[in-house]
């Protein structure tokens, strides 16, 4: 825990949390409302708008790039619903069209575009590279302290911190109406409550999570956090409050142990060099769910016969 | 554009056409096969299934070079993804048969895994052989371009197969799809039947991880299904179009990537297959949106000339623009407001109907004709002129209209 802890260690694993927190939290109630499957379609379509924003602005700074990826995600939502509505298709089938289409859509792009002088490419927009945000400024743990080595902190730290006070404070702020129009519609809409908007607004959530989750750490985790740690939280408790706590405290341990598995792991097995970080992320959250599917105490559906 | 007709004429080199001829094959078997899990309401399961060949893959990889063997396999590779993809598919049943957790968050949540632990093996794999770049990443968006001659055979004989247990299983796919109860009252097995889908969905799969990729190959699954769905309410030839719109955009897309530099075999499968949805989704001939578009505005017209000829008729005031508009378009009224001869013609007529309905709902309440009125039907196709004549002695000269 020296200060090349704080240098290389420190920042992978503080964006790998924020990442993994900012996706949890809506998670839980896309979970609920059947909707798990909007963030892996979301994750996909990201790449189409980061690369026509790479072509129309020829740079990879962060902003226009997120922007772009924000407007695709809204683009493929639009999409899913226009292609269900008018084709009369189910939701899944709908979305599979839409997405592998728009991801076709960026690989196809990417290929004919030059973009051999940046840093753009289909298995980073997959699984990112969260090894690589270090912390060349920090001298110490007392680097975190000073103003001038925070300020070389990678800029994602702060981005995702941002991302996710918006995505914690929307679901603060919306608690009740969410709570109630995620479990009952017809209730909520009887109550004044405009849940179409909310459910609209918690996908636009997601869409900002998932664009921010991705810039630092690639899809791959940004798909198992929205949904392996709600999961697994829900087959914990029955209190709504609860499970998102429960998820949250999962996709912590999860970004930590994952990242230091991938980062320390092989040197256990007297192995030399690292494995993907993301990728163990992702695998231990999964060893999660896995435990709680088999041993969580709510794990079975009310009114499913008991094990004897 | 010479290059591409030539690829599509099988012209550009041995290489070219061994590709297009697999990438039909595939696309025939995907179409096919897809359209039964499109019925199902469970594509997305096949996702789940295609990224979960990823460690399969890793693994197959790794057993061979640690046996001795050449760890690029195709078939040893192949079968290695069918295990792992299997595994998944096991677990997402498990998953949501035996936890309160819904299908989709357990496709979603073995997907990212088995993903993400296939992503951890394939750094291992970088580390462990570095001379030996695997070149697995080539699995993630398939690539054609050093197809051999045996795996384009592999891929054709497991096309060949996958078709042939279609055309074997369909019938049941095709029951327990449509009604799993009846299915199973009828002595079917529905599980089995299910897990012989999804045993077609990983051949598609495996065989598709060269061609187009695992990460795209769920797109030849259901695009094909879905833009067939358009054109037909029969299943056997919502098969048999998904399985040509499968094919049709393996082949061309195939030759697309043979001609044109920089052109991914899979993606551009999968993009000539959204255009042809797309074309199916807008024109298909009833469930296009051209055809509903048309089919709504024929009947708004209908509603609205009817409603203006009867308040014509009845000597009421017309204020909507569009009832208006059409009178005036139909030469029933003049631009200041007032019926021409037609107009108070086809009025009277409107208003007649109106009452000889009226009488044919009474004396034929027993039967369906007499339910036919909507208002807009026009009674001459649902009665004789026989019984029309009755309905107008029956009416006598109760109303003053026009005959």
């Known amino acids: 825990m020296g200060p090349d802890f704080v240098q290389l260690s420190l920042t992978p694993m503080l964006i790998g949390t924020l990442a993994?927190?900012?996706?949890?939290?809506?998670?839980?109630?896309?979970?609920?409302?059947?909707?798990?499957?909007?963030?892996?379609?979301?994750?996909?379509?990201?790449?189409?708008?980061?690369?026509?924003?790479?072509?129309?602005?020829?740079?990879?700074?962060?902003?226009?790039?997120?922007?772009?990826?924000?407007?695709?995600?809204?683009?493929?939502?639009?999409?899913?619903?226009?292609?269900?509505?008018?084709?009369?298709?189910?939701?899944?089938?709908?979305?599979?069209?839409?997405?592998?289409?728009?991801?076709?859509?960026?690989?196809?792009?990417?290929?004919?575009?030059?973009?051999?002088?940046?840093?753009?490419?289909?298995?980073?927009?997959?699984?990112?590279?969260?090894e690589s945000l270090i912390w060349?400024?920090?001298?110490?743990?007392?680097?975190?302290?000073?103003?001038?080595?925070?300020?070389?902190?990678?800029p994602q730290v702060a981005r995702l911190a941002a991302v996710l006070v918006v995505v914690a404070g929307f679901i603060f702020v919306f608690w009740n109406a969410l709570k109630i129009s995620t479990f009952d519609e017809g209730f909520a809409l009887s109550l004044g409550i405009r849940a179409r908007l909310l459910g609209f607004g918690l996908v636009v959530v997601t869409a900002i999570a998932a664009v921010a989750a991705f810039d630092a750490?690639?899809?791959?985790?940004?798909?198992?956090?929205?949904?392996?740690?709600?999961?697994?939280?829900?087959?914990?408790?029955?209190?709504?409050?609860?499970?998102?706590?429960?998820?949250?405290?999962f996709a912590i341990v999860s970004a930590v142990l994952g990242y230091i598995f991938a980062g320390y792991g092989p040197l256990w097995f007297g192995a030399a060099g690292s494995v993907s970080a993301a990728g163990m992320i992702a695998t231990v959250s999964g060893l999660i769910l896995a435990a709680t599917c088999l041993f969580g105490p709510k794990r079975k559906r009310i009114g499913a016969a008991r094990e004897v | 554009m010479e290059g591409f007709l030539n690829a599509l004429l099988l012209q550009s080199g041995y290489n070219a056409a061994l590709v297009g001829i697999g990438a039909a094959l595939l696309g025939m078997a995907a179409g096919g096969t897809g359209t039964f899990i499109f019925l199902r309401k469970r594509s997305l399961v096949s996702d789940a299934a295609a990224h979960a060949t990823l460690p399969g893959i890793c693994l197959a990889f790794m057993a061979m070079v640690a046996f001795g063997g050449d760890g690029r396999n195709l078939t040893g590779l192949m079968v290695g993804s069918a295990g792992s993809a299997a595994v998944a598919l096991v677990l997402v049943d498990w998953i949501s048969r035996e936890t309160r957790l819904p299908e989709d968050a357990a496709i979603g949540a073995v997907l990212s895994v088995f993903f993400?632990?296939?992503?951890?093996?394939?750094?291992?794999?970088?580390?462990?052989?570095?001379?030996?770049?695997?070149?697995?990443?080539?699995?993630?968006?398939?690539?054609?371009?050093?197809?051999?001659?045996?795996?384009?055979?592999?891929?054709?004989?497991?096309?060949?197969?996958?078709?042939?247990?279609?055309?074997?299983?369909?019938?049941?796919?095709?029951?327990?799809?449509?009604?799993?109860?009846?299915?199973?009252?009828?002595?079917?097995?529905v599980r089995a039947t299910d897990l012989a889908t999804m045993g077609l969905v990983l051949v598609v799969t495996v065989i598709g991880l060269k061609v187009v990729g695992l990460v795209l190959i769920v797109a030849m699954l259901i695009i094909p299904a879905v833009a067939a769905r358009f054109w037909t309410e029969r299943v056997d030839r919502l098969v048999a179009i998904a399985a040509v719109i499968g094919g049709v955009s393996g082949y061309t897309g195939a030759a697309a990537s043979a001609a044109y530099p920089n052109v991914p075999t899979g993606a551009v499968i999968v993009l000539i297959s959204f255009g042809l949805f797309a074309v199916s989704l807008s024109f298909a001939p009833v469930r296009g949106v051209v055809a509903s578009v048309y089919r709504h505005v024929r009947f708004q017209r209908q509603v609205h000339l009817r409603q203006g000829l009867l308040a014509v008729a009845r000597g009421e005031p017309i204020f909507d623009g569009l009832t208006l508009k059409i009178l005036r378009f139909a030469g029933h009224i003049r631009a200041d407001g007032v019926a021409?001869?037609?107009?108070?013609?086809?009025?009277?007529?409107?208003?007649?109907?109106?009452?000889r309905?009226?009488?044919?709902?009474?004396?034929?309440?027993?039967?369906?004709?007499?339910?036919?009125?909507?208002?807009?039907?026009?009674?001459?196709?649902?009665?004789?002129?026989?019984?029309?004549?009755?309905?107008?002695r029956r009416i006598g000269d109760r109303i003053g209209v026009v005959a």
């Not at chain 1, 060349?136 to 990678?154: R, V």
């Not at chain 2, 021409?340 to 009452?355: F, Q, V, Y």
């Not at chain 2, 009474?362 to 002129?385: C, K, M, N, W």
């Open chain 1, 20 to 130: 993994a927190l900012a996706c949890a939290l809506p998670g839980n109630f896309l979970l609920l409302r059947r909707q798990a499957l909007i963030g892996d379609a979301i994750s996909h379509v990201v790449l189409p708008g980061i690369v026509v924003a790479f072509l129309i602005t020829g740079t990879v700074a962060a902003w226009p790039m997120m922007l772009g990826a924000s407007l695709a995600a809204i683009v493929a939502v639009l999409l899913i619903e226009a292609i269900k509505r008018l084709g009369r298709i189910d939701a899944g089938a709908a979305m599979g069209v839409v997405f592998t289409a728009m991801f076709a859509g960026g690989v196809l792009l990417l290929e004919q575009s030059d973009t051999s002088s940046v840093h753009l490419d289909v298995e980073h927009a997959l699984y990112g590279n969260l």
């Open chain 1, 136 to 154: 060349l400024g920090a001298e110490g743990w007392s680097s975190l302290l000073d103003w001038t080595a925070l300020s070389q902190m990678p």
């Open chain 1, 217 to 249: 750490v690639g899809s791959i985790i940004v798909i198992a956090m929205f949904i392996c740690p709600p999961a697994a939280a829900r087959l914990m408790t029955d209190d709504l409050g609860r499970q998102v706590a429960w998820s949250a405290a």
């Open chain 2, 116 to 189: 993400g632990f296939g992503i951890v093996l394939m750094t291992v794999i970088q580390t462990m052989t570095s001379g030996r770049q695997a070149g697995l990443e080539s699995f993630l968006l398939g690539s054609t371009a050093g197809m051999l001659f045996n795996e384009a055979v592999t891929i054709a004989i497991a096309g060949a197969v996958a078709g042939f247990l279609l055309l074997l299983l369909h019938r049941r796919m095709t029951l327990v799809a449509f009604d799993p109860e009846f299915a199973a009252t009828t002595g079917i097995d």
């Open chain 2, 340 to 355: 021409t001869l037609s107009g108070r013609a086809a009025a009277a007529k409107a208003l007649r109907d109106e009452a």
């Open chain 2, 357 to 392: 309905w009226e009488v044919a709902r009474e004396t034929h309440q027993e039967d369906v004709s007499g339910a036919r009125y909507d208002g807009l039907t026009a009674i001459e196709t649902v009665f004789t002129p026989d019984e029309i004549a009755e309905f107008d």
